[in-house]
């Protein structure tokens, strides 16, 4: 016997002119800007598991920690934080220079350093050490504005491949994606080497990097 899928007929459904009249209320707005940003995601690894064995206060020290130290560190280096997304954070650089790439190579670094002084707190606290994952790229990003929020939000392809590149880095290594490493690819304070080739509709054969700190000699 097949089973028909039940339909709520009280359900309503917008008519033309109501989807109408929401587009011209502009809750969502989106920016008249066209130009290329740096976007990043730090993803911590493994949360789920190990936020399920610890207790409702020690869960909120560890995600407060984590929130917290990583925001702070992004912020510090110039950073626009936009949002948690699960358990990571979402953050871009909001102009569009060179300058903000270095900037943004070195906040992934002080964020990756950062563990050391996290996992200090969480040995004190008996608590399980964190580690994450950093992903970086570069290209254009629709930028939202939300009528009922100061808040900023970004769209694009940018932050999906971002989002994407990030399964590919190491536990506290730093992942960049093709279109970064072309611009910082002669940084003296670095060094890169292709680690995968990340393939979708969107980038076909798009070379990922993983990011280490050149030793001065």
Same mark, same amino acid.
């Given at each position: 016997?097949?089973?028909? &899928?039940?339909?709520?007929?009280?359900?309503?459904?917008?008519?033309? %002119?109501?989807?109408?009249?929401?587009?011209?209320?502009?809750?969502?707005?989106?920016?008249? =800007?066209?130009?290329? !940003?740096?976007?990043?995601? /730090?993803?911590?690894?493994?949360?789920?598991?190990?936020?399920?064995?610890?207790?409702?206060?020690?869960?909120?020290?560890?995600?407060?920690?984590?929130?917290?130290?990583?925001?702070?560190?992004?912020?510090?280096?110039?950073?626009?934080? /936009?949002?948690?997304?699960?358990?990571?954070?979402?953050? !871009?650089? &909001?102009?569009?220079?060179?300058?903000?790439?270095?900037?943004?190579?070195?906040?992934?670094?002080?964020?990756?350093?950062?563990?050391?002084?996290?996992?200090?707190?969480?040995?004190?606290?008996?608590?399980?050490?964190?580690?994450?994952?950093?992903?970086?790229?570069?290209? &254009?990003?629709?930028?939202?504005?939300? +009528?009922?929020?100061?808040?900023?939000?970004?769209?694009?392809?940018?932050?999906?491949?971002?989002? %994407?590149?990030?399964?590919?880095?190491? &536990?506290?290594?730093?992942?960049?994606?093709?279109? +970064? !490493?072309? =611009?910082?690819?002669?940084?003296?304070?670095?060094?890169?080497?292709? =680690?995968?080739?990340?393939?979708?509709?969107?980038?076909?054969?798009?070379?990922?990097?993983? /990011?280490?700190?050149?030793?001065? /000699?």
């Amino acid at each position: 016997m097949m089973l028909r &899928p039940t339909i709520d007929k009280k359900a309503k459904i917008l008519t033309l %002119k109501e989807t109408e009249s929401l587009l011209n209320d502009n809750m969502i707005s989106f920016e008249d =800007i066209h130009q290329n !940003y740096c976007v990043g995601i /730090v993803d911590v690894v493994n949360s789920t598991g190990t936020v399920s064995k610890l207790s409702h206060e020690k869960a909120c020290i560890y995600y407060s920690v984590f929130l917290n130290t990583i925001g702070y560190i992004a912020q510090n280096h110039g950073a626009k934080v /936009v949002k948690n997304i699960g358990d990571g954070i979402l953050f !871009y650089f &909001p102009k569009d220079s060179t300058e903000n790439l270095d900037k943004a190579l070195r906040c992934a670094t002080k964020m990756v350093e950062a563990s050391a002084m996290m996992n200090s707190i969480f040995q004190k606290r008996k608590m399980p050490k964190i580690s994450y994952r950093i992903s970086l790229d570069y290209g &254009p990003l629709m930028i939202a504005n939300y +009528m009922t929020s100061s808040c900023k939000d970004i769209f694009g392809p940018t932050v999906n491949l971002c989002s %994407k590149l990030n399964h590919f880095a190491s &536990p506290n290594g730093i992942v960049i994606g093709n279109d +970064m !490493y072309e =611009i910082v690819k002669k940084s003296k304070d670095y060094k890169f080497n292709e =680690i995968e080739e990340y393939r979708s509709s969107l980038k076909h054969d798009y070379p990922i990097y993983s /990011v280490g700190i050149c030793e001065r /000699v």
